[in-house]
Every structure is written in C-alpha cells, then in structure tokens.
C-alpha cells in the first residue's frame, strides 16, 4: 500500500533537514530558497514497539516494519498559487500526495535567512495556507463555471455537483481551507477529481524547541521538534539513538512521535504476520475487511479467501505464542465480514 505524505513550508525552515532525519538520505539543505527542485522521496519505517515483542516470543529469522513515504517539496513562496517560485510545479507535487505535513520555522539562527526577514510561525503558516487556499480556489472557480453552463441542460446530478462546488467556493473564498468543510462519502467521491490540496489531511511541525501554544492550529495536529537534533540523533549507530534519546529525557523521539502521527493521520492501521520464518507489519485502510487486508499480503490472497484466524497481539503474548494461544481457545475464526482491528495477529486461509 503506497500512501504518501508531502513535507511543505516556505524556504529555510528545516524541510530537508526533517527530511534527511526521517531517511538519512542526504537531500541537499542548503541556506538558500529553492535547492529543492525535484521532490526527493523516501520510505521511512513507522516505529512499533509490538513488532519486536511479537517478535521476541516467535523468534523468527526476519522482522519486517510496515513503512510511509514521505515526499520533500521544494519550498513555497508568496504567490506561488500564481506561479512565483516555480510555484505550480512544487503545487503539482504536492497534489500527488495523500496527506501534508507542513513545517513552520520556529528556530532562530542568523545563518539560516529566512525568506521574509523575521521569526513568525503564525504568519508562516497562514502564508503557506492561503497559497493553498487560493489554488484551490482557482481550480474550484473554473470547475464551477463549466458546471453551470452544463447544468443548464436540466441535468439533476451537475445541479448536485454545481451545488457542491458552490459550497467549496464559499469557504475557500472565506480563507479557509476546504477541509473544514463537512463532506461525506459520495461528496468525497464527486470532488475526489479536482484533487485539491485544502481538502487533504494535514499534520503540522513546529521547528522548535518552544512549547506549541505559542502557535494554534485549527485543522490538524501539531508536533514540535527540533529537526537538527533530530538529524542527529538519526546520525547515531541505532544501538546507540535509544540511549542518547533518554540522557536527552525523552520517553522517544520527535521524529518517532510525527512517524506515528503521519501513518495515523492517512487513516491506517497495522497488523501482523509471525511465525518462524519472519514477523512483519502490514498496513490496511482502518475499517479494512479480512479479505483486502489478505490482499495486501498477495492479490490472490483477496480473491481466494476462505477465512481469517485472528488474535489480538497482547493476548498472543500473554498466552506465550500460537500453540499456546490454540490451546486456550484465544485464536478467533472471521469471515469474510470481519473487519481487522489495529493489533491483529492474523493468519488467512486461502483456496487455490
């Protein structure tokens, strides 16, 4: 499952250094705007700590992480719904991923120029918004005309959807983005070709080591940390990050806490595969049913599927592995209805 997430902001406020934390790959960090001009992409692990305890009563040869990709846009300027700083292009890139993470600059460093002058997170973000905001709004302005001339015809369903955009207009005219707005399902559906960059989830990073009441958001989450540390602690021998992350007297990472942060923010869950051979996360849609999470695991699984023995992870544990766990009653047989809950231990059954 390739669900993507696009790390944007303006130009110097640690984009690429999270990003080089994140995967160690070395994208270019250097103090001017856009060194960044194609996005580079990484597939990042998501830390679990389940995975290892199923691991240490299974004992298998290989432990396999589930992982999210995050894609490194080029900074966004002022004007960029209107092209400034190669603006459509980056707005592009951002538009083929599934969700946001927006960094705002909270550090003060007078070798790091900031693109306008002064340390101002509040006025960061509602510059990055409003680019966003406004390109929607240009996109939703010319689907909405082209509706209403079609809609002329008397036609119910371009009546619905002239009705729809209408709505996204409104807000997205009112400075806000159009996730604010409430849609359900099918509105979700009809508006899924617009692509719009307001309606996807967002997640934001302060750059900081200040508390973050000192900026509010409205619309998602937000997560401080400072990514130069953050880089440097990634730098560390992994035997020796979990250390280091303790003298600092952390329970965990920043970049641990926004790893998680971004997987649940796509909607995802996890769940397991274990046996001698190997123990592996898998990663399903929540409200994912048996037989698509089977499908994740091999397309034959889904169109073969006969059922699903499943167990949660703490009660694999607590009964000391598989026969165990049989031999207590504790392994539950699903059907095809079943939805896989987040923590499953799952084995599935398949014709051939």
């Known amino acids: ?3 993507s997430i696009g790390i944007v902001g303006l130009p110097n406020v640690g984009k690429s250094t999270l990003f080089n934390a994140l995967t160690k790959n070395k994208a270019e960090a250097s103090n001017y705007p856009f060194c960044t001009i194609d996005p580079n992409v990484g597939v990042v692990k998501v830390p679990d700590e389940r995975l290892e305890k199923i691991a240490a009563i299974s004992k298998p040869a290989k432990i396999i992480p589930t992982v999210v990709e995050f894609v490194d846009i080029a900074g966004l300027v002022k004007g960029a719904s209107q092209g400034e700083g190669l603006g459509n292009q980056f707005l592009s890139h951002i538009r083929e991923c599934d969700a946001i993470c927006e960094v705002i600059r909270g550090f003060v460093d007078e070798n790091v120029v900031h693109v306008s002058g002064k340390i101002d997170p509040a006025d960061d973000k509602e510059t990055i918004s409003l680019e ?47 996730r604010q707005l409430s849609l359900n399902d099918e509105e979700m559906l009809i508006i899924k070709s617009l692509n719009l960059l307001t309606v996807k989830p967002i997640i934001y990073i302060l750059n900081s080591d200040e508390e973050k009441d000192k900026l509010k958001v409205e619309d998602g989450d937000i997560i401080v940390l400072n990514a130069k540390l953050e880089e440097e602690i990634s730098n560390l021998p992994e035997e020796e990050q979990g250390e280091y992350i303790k003298e600092l007297g952390l329970a965990e990472s920043g970049l641990a806490k926004f790893i998680k942060a971004s997987y649940k923010l796509l909607g995802l869950i996890t769940f397991f595969t274990t046996g001698t051979d190997e123990t592996r996360a898998w990663t399903v849609k929540e409200g994912a049913k048996a037989p698509e999470a089977a499908g994740v695991i091999h397309t034959d699984f889904s169109k073969g ?26 392994i539950r047989t699903e059907g095809k209805d079943y939805v896989v809950q987040d923590g499953d231990i799952c084995h599935f059954l398949v014709s051939k």
């Open 1 to 3: 499952m390739s669900l």
């Open 132 to 178: 966003l905001i406004l390109a929607d709004l240009g996109t939703v302005e010319k689907r909405l005309a082209k509706v209403l001339k079609e809609a002329k015809s008397g036609d119910k369903e371009l009546a619905k959807l002239a009705g729809l955009l209408s709505r996204l207009k409104e807000i997205l005219a009112a400075g806000k983005p159009a």
């Open 305 to 330: 599927f006969v059922r699903a023995e499943a167990i949660n992870w703490q009660k694999f544990i607590e009964a000391g592995g598989e026969q165990k766990a049989r031999e207590k009653g504790l």
